[in-house]
């Protein structure tokens, strides 16, 4: 039975053998330069530069779809888009939950093919506003019921020094 752990550290550096999809969530607008994906383009350009060029070609670009980008042998980028512009409108953040389970779906048949887990950072909560409890929710009513590991990883947080004064 798969399970969804949750690890310190950081999504693009995944913590276990096999084949690894990273999982993360992109907008509908072609924009690519904050949050997550400035890791990714920190230690691979071609998830940045496949996703432009999507794009561009307008070619199945929409809201619900993904894109496997390969970045090494065991190691492929999904590129979901499930955010809607960048910025909240009329108080409904850029998440889309119906096209990230769209995603999510699509993501289990290229996890499955190449006997894959699942690694993201805390999609969808970030720059698309998204609560967690939704996220996790499709999680398990996806990748979980199809039985694929599913890693989530948090930042490990700088201690604060503290000093004291007498």
Not at 144 to 161: C, G, M
């Amino acid at each position: 039975m798969a399970g969804l752990f949750f690890l310190k550290g950081d999504a693009v550096n995944p913590l276990v053998k096999g084949h690894k999809i990273i999982a993360h969530i992109c907008n509908d607008i072609g924009g690519w330069g904050k949050g997550f994906v400035l890791c990714l383009s920190k230690k691979w350009i071609k998830p940045q530069e496949a996703y432009r060029e999507w794009f561009n070609s307008k070619q199945d670009f929409a809201l619900g779809e993904v894109q496997f980008v390969s970045v090494s042998e065991d190691i492929t980028i999904a590129n979901m888009i499930a955010q809607r512009d960048i910025k909240s409108v009329g108080g409904t953040p850029p998440i889309r939950y119906r096209a990230l389970k769209k995603c999510l779906m699509k993501t289990i048949d290229f996890a499955l093919e190449n006997s894959a887990s699942v690694h993201m950072p805390r999609i969808g909560c970030g720059l698309a506003g998204g609560e967690w409890g939704k996220v996790e929710s499709l999680i398990k009513q996806t990748l979980l019921k199809a039985n694929i590991n599913v890693f989530v990883y948090d930042l490990e947080q700088p201690r604060l020094k503290r000093s004291f004064s007498e």
